[in-house]
């Protein structure tokens, strides 16, 4: 099989590869898979040590701190309660609680429990927890029958394609979704809950690689600046260097862009990057009994490695390169099934005519030995590993073809 999806973007240097397996087969390792640390109580004497060798050898600019967790979900859920514990430490001036607020947090009640909100955006995926499916807006099967939080969620903005035919009209409609991010910012504030910290993917994912113009991204960074919001932006499929860059916000140019970034899938282990100030102020406020897995720290060492030795992010340019043109031309060859192209690196998309067609696209694709995915409503995203090269690419392409071919 031909994997162009990789366990929804999570294998970053492909099945088996030879520097994994060499950590599996050391015997000085075994101790760190056979007994798992609560790492919040009791963690490795080499963990910090070992947080430098991987995640913080990849931090985001600005950002000097990473919380490990163990998924996307769990890295989001937690950094909103982080974003939570700061705003109310800076509406105080001070991290100390009133006694009364101590007392009313354990019966869920004001002031203890606030009423605090984060802005998401129409087709974001943040995961499946309680908190996180506040703000995640996609499928109805996600969300349905679970009781979610009243917090705002602003319209993403719905391009046109190709982008550089429509650049006025794609530019307009940016401008509308960012003017209501403000009103509903100056709304849910005037109800009462202030909006503490808003969270975007730098493309939707699961929503269906929704794209919006890295400019788009600078004057929402902007926005949150003015209301006092924290910016979080989610990066646990777009992170690890599928677009061409290790972060896709890197992409946006901005000296200071984000103040939290979440990640998982690629990187092997979950968690987010956060400045100082988002350091909760007592022990144990943002804990769980593993809070990510020392394990795991390991692998990802050894995929740093790779990728630098390997140059895989150019190889990712190059690859995409040949991605994406080849999507190109297959919309042109078959309009009645395709359409809306587009991509960062291997990080890419296509549109199929409805969403019957595209699932039995991809039943066919699978039956010819490709694995795909789909997302939102009638997409498949396409996400293979670093390691995939241009003759890879190729023989998908050849092959995606013939499944085309044999659609009536």
């Not at 967790?69 to 989001?76: P, Q, R």
């Not at 910290?197 to 926005?223: C, H, T, W």
């Not at 694995?371 to 939102?376: A, R, S």
């Amino acid at each position: 099989m031909l994997d162009v999806y990789t366990q929804i973007a999570s294998i970053p240097i492909g099945y088996n590869h030879p520097a994994l397996m060499k950590i599996m087969m050391n015997p000085h390792n075994l101790s760190s898979f056979v007994n798992r640390p609560a790492l919040g109580m009791l963690p490795p004497r080499m963990f910090p040590e070992k947080l430098l060798d991987g995640l913080i050898s990849v931090a985001p600019k600005g950002l000097k701190r990473v919380q490990t967790m163990a998924c996307g979900s769990c890295s989001n859920e937690n950094a909103y309660k982080a974003i939570f514990i700061w705003y109310r430490t800076k509406q105080r001036g001070h991290s100390n609680p009133t006694p009364e607020e101590s007392a009313t947090s354990v019966i869920n009640q004001a002031p203890g429990c606030p009423d605090l909100s984060i802005l998401s955006f129409m087709g974001g995926f943040h995961g499946r927890t309680l908190g996180c499916l506040s703000t995640t807006h996609t499928k109805a099967i996600q969300k349905l029958d679970v009781p979610s939080f009243d917090w705002p969620a602003a319209p993403f903005p719905k391009l046109r394609y190709p982008l550089a035919q429509y650049e006025r009209e794609n530019a307009q409609e940016e401008k509308r979704c960012l003017e209501e991010v403000e009103d509903l910012i100056v709304k849910w504030e005037k109800k009462g809950k202030p909006v503490a910290g808003i969270v975007i993917e730098p493309i939707q994912a699961e929503g269906g690689d929704n794209y919006a113009s890295f400019d788009f991204f600078r004057k929402l960074r902007a926005i949150a600046k003015k209301h006092g919001s924290a910016f979080l932006v989610d990066e646990v499929q777009t992170g690890g260097g599928s677009t061409g860059l290790f972060w896709a916000h890197q992409h946006w140019g901005l000296d200071d862009p984000a103040d939290m970034v979440t990640f998982s899938k690629k990187l092997l282990i979950g968690g987010y990057f956060y400045k100082d100030e988002f350091e909760p102020d007592k022990p144990m406020r943002i804990f769980n009994t593993w809070m990510g897995d020392p394990a795991k720290n390991m692998f990802l060492t050894e995929v740093l490695k790779v990728i630098r030795e390997e140059n895989l992010l150019e190889q990712v340019k190059r690859t995409g390169h040949v991605m994406l043109n080849g999507l190109y031309e297959l919309q042109a060859r078959y309009p009645h099934l395709l359409s809306k192209a587009r991509g960062l690196g291997t990080f890419c998309a296509i549109d199929v005519k409805d969403e019957d067609t595209r699932n039995k696209l991809i039943l066919k694709a699978r039956n010819k030995g490709v694995v795909l995915g789909g997302c939102g409503n009638q997409s498949i995203r396409f996400r293979p590993a670093l390691v995939f090269k241009e003759h890879h690419a190729q023989l998908f392409l050849n092959i995606f073809n013939d499944a085309l071919a044999d659609m009536k």
